[in-house]
């Protein structure tokens, strides 16, 4: 194939699965927490600190789910306004970190 360079990459071990694939047998993997991504119409124009509120009322929404989640379900990272090329946002982001109660083995 003429006019089409070589990428150069690392090297890959030839026994390793491809991605995608289970682990191998007798791997067990944990997952005890959940990291979720919430958007929501920004209402900071009207109270300063209407999208905390919206952000913590949810959070503690889920963890009142005790079944589910454990109460150190909090927010993470920070609240973000998304510029919309207008003088106010129209848009804001959070993240919340989900602990389930019983983490589950995969």
Partial sequence: LEGLSTLSAEPVD?????????????TVARVSSILLSGRGVSLNQLKPSANFEIAAALAQRLAS????????????????DEENGTNAPFFFTFELTLLLARPIDI
Wanted: glycine content about 10%; cysteine-free.
């Fill in 14 to 26: 030839p026994n390793a699965a491809p991605p995608g694939d289970p682990p191998p047998q007798g």
């Fill in 65 to 80: 789910n005790t079944n589910y989640f454990t109460t150190n379900t909090a927010l993470s990272g920070k609240l973000a």
